[in-house]
């Protein structure tokens, strides 16, 4: 904490680690008279690691009595390792390892037009990795996990005005959109397995009200 230009800001900065060790097993199964619930032949046999590691460093900065503003950004690294346990004729070894990186800002402004209400102004940015899940089969039927699948990322724009009445009630009013590249989505389903893709831009936006009260 400390004073710029006479007024209060305060800086955070951190870091934070997050790791999944996983043991995935996958076997024949079937589907006829008398043998139904069976479980067959092995046919997929893995050890699926992931750890990501973050940075990020944020400022909150009082501009004035009336003004006050938000500047962060966290830069983030995303490991994924798999190591194929099950090797066979027509099954070659699988093991493959990807790494996704971002950087992503986010920024605020708030301006109290009175102690009841305050306006304000807000943008974001999102990076949403693949799952283990979304990368388990490839579209084109081949071995091994979809590295081809990258991360969406997102884009977030709000406006908004917080209205207090009285003494316990609130008005919320936001104005948003939402803007995100490569998002992933389902390519295929069909015998109990599930591809994805990353498809084109899709963009959302639209209102949101909401009022408070202590009844």
Do not use: C
């Not at 009082?62 to 194929?84: C, K, Q, T």
Request: aromatic content about 12%.
């Amino acid at each position: 904490h400390w004073h710029l230009l006479g007024q209060p800001l305060t800086a955070v900065a951190g870091l934070s680690y997050d790791g999944l060790v996983s043991h995935r097993r996958g076997y024949n199964d079937f589907s006829a008279p008398g043998v139904d619930g069976v479980q067959g032949a092995l046919r997929r046999d893995e050890n699926d690691n992931l750890h990501d590691f973050d940075q990020y460093l944020q400022f909150d900065w009082d501009l004035s009595p009336r003004w006050s503003s938000v500047l962060g950004v966290r830069h983030s690294e995303v490991h994924f390792n798999s190591i194929d346990h099950y090797i066979a004729t027509g099954n070659p070894d699988d093991s493959g390892q990807n790494t996704f990186y971002a950087t992503t800002p986010v920024a605020a402004l708030m301006f109290k037009a009175s102690q009841r209400l305050h306006l304000y102004a807000s943008y974001g940015e999102g990076f949403d990795t693949p799952t283990f899940d979304n990368l388990s089969y490839r579209p084109d039927g081949g071995p091994g996990l979809n590295f081809a699948l990258q991360p969406a990322r997102t884009g977030n724009g709000e406006l908004g005005a917080k209205w207090m009445q009285g003494q316990a009630s609130f008005v919320r009013l936001a104005v948003f959109r939402s803007i995100t590249r490569n998002e992933i989505a389902v390519a295929s389903s069909s015998g109990g397995r599930s591809t994805y893709q990353n498809v084109g831009r899709t963009r959302r936006q639209g209102v949101e009200a909401e009022y408070e009260a202590a009844l």
